[in-house]
């Protein structure tokens, strides 16, 4: 064993202990897959990270650092806030980009771009492969979640290296009051072999006090089933004109199915598919965690090429050293 530097980040928040919190390894060299996953599995975060130098391969294609993610139980090819996070503790960490504009990651999906230099952080979502499920999934599916069939607006198996199934819902109240039945969800979830299931809902403002009413409205909603404190903050912290929001909600096949408290890679993954669809438009806020007392907010933009940013604040919240 040897000392390593660590951080515990809070993700999708500027404010500790509302976002999505992961653990980071600044030093992950000459650690095995195991053990990795071990300390993974010890910190009972939803993801781990152990940051390496990137590959000869990599860093010849302009990767500044290499990142391997680790749930409690298995390693991912990609993940949203791992990302945001990783990133976030290797710059304050002293890291130096390579490219002015972009940090360039490795992870198993590829090299991924974040721009570092606007406010929030945004990386590029990964590529997606996106599919119509059949009505059998489905209906199966909105049985598990004790939905009824007219709630669900539109469904699609989404695949950005996590494989995820996404539902559009009718209403941000629908995807507060969803309650499934964790049994026969994780049944589904493995034999579908899907790594989790999102919902969300689409609520654009009719009007410039738009946000003030969605904020009402959500805040009824989700009434308790989240911290007031969260509900308090009244949903626009960054001074934003009023604009589309986004109410999500994400359930991970992980050991046990659990709700993840904000996801980066199913917004990534949700935010292609709705834009695509025309169901959102190019520039929105995803809000998600709000049932578990959190408050994530995952920032959707799409720019003249047609590459999806996804961004989000992160904040340190323990910094020290591990032995591994």
Excluded at 287 to 302: A, K
């Amino acid at each position: 064993m040897k000392t390593r530097p660590f951080k515990q980040v809070d993700v999708f928040t500027d404010t500790p202990y509302l976002g999505n919190p992961l653990a980071v390894v600044l030093d992950g060299t000459e650690l095995s897959t195991e053990e990795m996953q071990h300390f993974a599995h010890w910190t009972n975060l939803s993801e781990t990270t152990f940051l390496l130098p990137p590959t000869p391969e990599a860093a010849a294609a302009g990767a500044d650092y290499q990142v391997r993610i680790f749930t409690t139980a298995y390693e991912m090819p990609f993940a949203g806030h791992p990302t945001l996070g990783s990133c976030h503790a290797w710059l304050q960490a002293g890291g130096q980009p390579r490219h002015p504009e972009f940090i360039v990651q490795q992870c198993p999906v590829g090299l991924v771009r974040i721009r570092h230099n606007t406010h929030p952080m945004a990386f590029a979502a990964p590529a997606l492969k996106r599919r119509q499920p059949t009505p059998d999934v489905v209906a199966s599916l909105i049985s598990a979640l004790k939905l009824r069939p007219a709630q669900v607006l539109a469904a699609q198996h989404l695949t950005n290296g996590p494989h995820h199934f996404g539902l559009l819902l009718d209403s941000p109240e629908t995807v507060a009051q969803v309650e499934p039945d964790p049994a026969a969800l994780r049944a589904w979830l493995v034999a579908q072999d899907i790594s989790g299931v999102g919902m969300a809902s689409v609520d654009k403002p009719a009007s410039d006090n738009g946000l003030i009413k969605r904020s009402n409205r959500e805040a009824r909603a989700f009434a308790g089933h989240a911290a007031p404190s969260a509900l308090d903050m009244q949903i626009n912290p960054h001074g934003q004109d009023a604009q589309t929001q986004v109410s999500v909600r994400f359930f991970a096949n992980d050991v046990v199915v659990i709700e993840d408290p904000v996801t980066g890679s199913f917004n990534a993954s949700l935010a292609q598919w709705l834009i695509a669809e025309g169901w959102a438009p190019t520039t929105y806020t995803a809000t998600q965690g709000i049932c578990l007392g959190r408050f994530g907010q995952v920032h959707i933009s799409q720019d003249e090429t047609g590459q999806v940013w996804v961004g989000g604040t992160s904040v340190t919240c323990i910094e020290g050293h591990v032995r591994l």
